[in-house]
């Protein structure tokens, strides 16, 4: 613990964009280049010239200019942080920016949810510290709790340096699956398959690819613990579909947890646009940064291709679905209309983001996840639909009172990935697989697993096929409004 007592006297709210005024004269003189790290991928956009050095919040339009607060109040709430597991690799610097915000509203979350609490004691987990919050970090204190998220060691000397050393069951068993896919897709290449083989033909599609691009060949996969690995489970690609709604599941992979979440990997129909991409099933290489780039009103946090994008192929046949006859044109194929950037191969624009409350599908090609629910690391579902925004309408500002809505179980997982990342890590692996895979490798210690949970969530039995398990997990995290309340959640 450190030696400081963290926040003992309040004279204000504390949100993002506040400085300790002994440490606004430095970020002043640093706050280009802080403001750059950042911010580099809007940097140099004429529209964001007057905004590029303030602070993006949630709520429309909310840019939050750097400002000073009295003390060392932020300096004490990074310390706290720290010390009791939810800020493990940040610089304690006297400023509240985005890495202080993901820590602090993962504190407010895990007391809701880990501890029990639930929001009618905590409130949403709403990025700012004020009597509530502060009562319960001085429970923290007094108590000396550690967050069971956090890492399991640290480097006192050096808390850059951090690890956790305990994966848990089910992180090990989708591992397992994950490397048992590589190399079923491995053997195929190097053995052959029927020459109608459509997995054959989309690896070899990918390997004979020549371009620089974010998705990796099949001998690139790396599934190794360190990394942060998110998975997207794509259901019924091949089905026709008019509306396309938000039926796969996402499983995220780090630090040795499980947590799932659902959305969509397949673009939603627009009788306006033809040709929609659909990622090509593979590891792909992204990094933290921001969607709605466009937009200066609603750019928010999302993960992008790493470099030069990623691949796609397209429902060149308009039937709403991605159908061999589309695969088959292959990666390189192009229409016959005058060339069109959006349409080559790699594709910079296939972001992860936020799909609203998950009611409907947003994605125009991009993979997308819901805000209404969550399956945290302990198999229980957890309940965000008190506070999950239905649209960037009814976003509220953290830089001001009244915060109701967030992006509830995206800001939990865009939070998660920031906050735990170590100061190594700018990269996260996303791999996409469909419904067959998880059939294929997951073993019966898994299933039973997933059948377990499945149980406790719905209180009723599921049965234990991985299709089925799916379409449960799906259809309850979708109706989470009205299912038993977990009195956790």
């Known amino acids: 613990m450190s030696e400081t007592n963290p926040i003992l006297h309040l004279s204000e709210v504390l949100h993002l964009g506040m400085i300790d005024e002994d440490s606004f004269d430095q970020f002043q003189s640093d706050k280009e280049a802080y403001f750059r790290k950042y911010h580099e991928l809007f940097w140099d956009t004429p529209a964001y010239k007057s ?22 109040n932020i300096r004490n709430l990074q310390a706290f942080l720290q010390d009791h597991g939810f800020m493990p690799g940040a610089r304690l610097d006297g400023v509240f920016g ?18 029990g609490l639930g929001v009618e004691e905590t409130g949403m987990p709403d990025g700012r510290v004020w009597k509530n919050t502060h009562k319960h970090m001085m429970r923290w204190r007094d108590n000396k709790l ?65 371009q620089d691009t974010d998705s990796r060949k099949v001998s690139e996969w790396m599934y190794n613990r360190e990394e942060i690995h998110l998975i997207g489970i794509r259901r019924k690609q091949e089905q026709s579909s008019r509306v396309r709604g ?16 659902w959305g969509s990997t397949d673009p939603h129909p627009d009788k306006s646009k033809k040709q929609e991409p659909y990622l090509i099933e593979g590891q792909h290489k992204y990094k933290l940064a921001w969607h709605k780039v466009s937009n200066s009103q609603r750019i928010y946090k999302a993960l992008r291709p790493y470099g030069p ?11 709403d679905a991605l159908s061999e006859e589309d695969i088959r044109k292959g990666l390189s194929h192009n229409s016959s209309r005058p060339r069109d950037e959006k349409l080559d191969n790699p594709n910079t624009l296939i972001n992860i983001h936020w799909t609203f409350d998950g009611f409907t599908n947003w994605s125009a090609g991009c993979q997308v996840i819901s805000g209404r629910s969550y399956i945290n690391n302990e198999g229980r579902l957890i309940n965000c639909s008190t506070f999950s925004a239905a649209s960037y309408d009814t976003l509220s500002s953290v830089s001001k009172k009244g915060v109701r809505r967030n992006r509830g179980a ?6 998660f990935i920031l906050a735990y990342s170590s100061t190594e890590t700018d990269h996260v692996l996303y791999t996409l697989c469909n419904d067959e895979v998880i059939n294929h490798f997951s073993d019966a210690s898994l299933q039973s697993l997933l059948a377990f949970q499945s149980l406790d969530i719905r209180d009723q039995f599921v049965a234990a096929d991985d299709r089925g398990l799916l379409a449960g997990f799906i259809s309850q995290m979708r109706k989470s409004k009205n299912v038993k309340k977990d009195p956790k959640a």
């Open 51 to 72: 905004k590029r050095m303030h602070f993006r919040g949630e709520g429309a339009n909310e840019w939050v200019e750097p400002r000073t607060t009295k003390g060392n």
């Open 98 to 115: 985005y890495w202080t915000l993901a820590s602090l509203r993962l504190f407010q979350e895990y007391i809701r949810t880990i501890e």
């Open 146 to 210: 550690y967050s069971t998220w956090g890492p399991n060691e640290v480097n006192k000397d050096k808390p850059s340096e951090f690890k956790w050393t305990k994966p848990s069951k089910e992180f090990e068993l989708w591992m397992k699956v994950l490397n048992k896919s590589k190399e079923r897709c491995q053997r195929v290449l190097d053995k052959g398959a029927a020459k109608d083989d459509l997995l054959l033909f989309q690896l070899q599609d990918l390997e004979n690819y020549d």
């Open 246 to 261: 938000n039926d796969d599941l996402f499983v995220l992979l780090m630090n040795g947890m499980v947590f799932k979440f």
């Open 309 to 319: 994008g990623v691949l796609v192929y397209r429902d060149w046949s308009g039937r």
């Open 410 to 415: 995206y800001t939990f997982i865009s939070d």
